[in-house]
């Protein structure tokens, strides 16, 4: 592409009026768009010691490339656990780990008193439209919910337990609603998300798995395989049994997100046969993205990097797994992530080619908390003005350079590709700077700088560390 060619759009929308009325948001992210540049996009590939191995089904391949594009997800971890506002599942796991110890020094009496927390779970202020309705506003595109944890409580009808939110001792499966996992992907699909299904591989309630014949030293089968291969081949299908349910049951299905990696061939023998698995549930669901976490293999459609962002560019498809508040689950006392941390994250984690899925707990009431709520608004507002330089983008060199991150857009109308460039101020900074250097040397007279509106071309002389765009006092100004 000729550099004669090359336009250049800057979306410093977050500077306009329309984003006065949020203090200290106006400068969480500010993003210029540079088009055709001579920028490389980020392909697959092997990075560091991560090894990908993709898909050859087109269909997941497609739907793949889709899932690229959407961004920002909503992750929930929601369970009887909430209860207590203890961390989910892993209380009743004997592994000495400083995060999940229990307040009550008697295992056994610990671990009767978690599992009947069934019997009092009665979240009456579950309204999934709301969630939805929020999330949409936030900018989100998916939802991934859980499904089942580690713990093997079920937050779906499934006909394999009783351990269940729709068994009759729980006192919410008298609600109209009480199959959540529907209510929550219905909901979520008639605000145009896409839903997934995070679901535990690992069942600490099944028999199958927990034996009650042994002590359960740690999070991992608690019996040989090798010497009771009747017993594991009957947690597996247990377990894909399970499977088909949620991918037979509830409507379309676009992510099956399995965690608890520590279940597979390799480790003690714990073959969960997921290449019959995945088969399975896409028969049921065409193109499903499977996502076999923290588990080297063809499913492991992306990876998922948990509770932190990759100091580089990762050139494979990929997702950061994000807490903004508190733990996983809901606990009291709280404090969730500021929109301007949040909404530099989400382009710190596009520029490197990810996407963000942001983890909200729900309460004990089946309700977030209002900062939950507020926080979600906020990034929303910033995406409303910004989001051309998110949704649909791809990781374009040199990613990130001093305040600024890069994205590319995918497509090049009348062969003229959009890049842009995402100001990221420091903590106190209040006003868009007068001057900014875009870190490209090879440009020439023709190449056109504009604000995100397309129309606000921007003047800009040339330096040895690339031009120097001249911004708008009224974009620069402190409101």
Known sequence: MSLAEVKARIPISTMTRSLYSIPKLLFSGVAFSLCGLLWQSLPFAVFGAEVYMPESDPLVLRKLEQWQDL?????????????????????????????????????EAYKKQYVALKNSFNPVRFDPEKWARAAK???????????KHHDGFCMFDTKTTDYKITDPACPFSVNTRSNVTREIFRAFRQEGLWTGAYFSKPDWHSEYYWWPNFAT???????????????????????????????????????????????????LGQDIHIDEMAAAARAKQPGLIVVDRAVPGVHQDYLTPENQVPAEALPYPWESCIISGGGWAWTPDRKYLSARKTIQMLVDIVAKGGNLLLNVGPGPDGDWDPEAYELLAQVGQWLKLNGEAIYGTRAVKPYKAGKLAFTSAKKA??????YYAIYLPVENEVKMPAKVVIPVREFNAKTRFSLLDGKTFLKFESSDEGPVLTIPSEAAAKP
């Open 413 to 418: 109308p009348n062969g003229l590709l959009t």
């Open 217 to 267: 030293p740690d999070r991992n089968v608690n019996y040989k395989i090798a010497r009771y291969p009747e017993r594991w081949r009957q947690f597996v299908e247990f377990t894909h049994t399970q499977i088909n349910e949620l991918m037979s049951d509830y409507g379309p299905v676009d992510i099956l997100w399995l965690d608890g990696g520590w279940v597979n061939k390799e480790s």
């Open 71 to 107: 961004k920002f997800g909503l992750l929930m971890h929601w369970g009887p656990y909430s209860q207590w506002g203890i961390v989910e599942s892993w209380s009743i796991c004997s592994e000495d780990e400083p995060w999940c110890r229990r307040k009550i020094a008697d295992y």
């Open 137 to 147: 506003a936030a900018g989100m595109r998916y939802v991934v919910f859980t499904t």
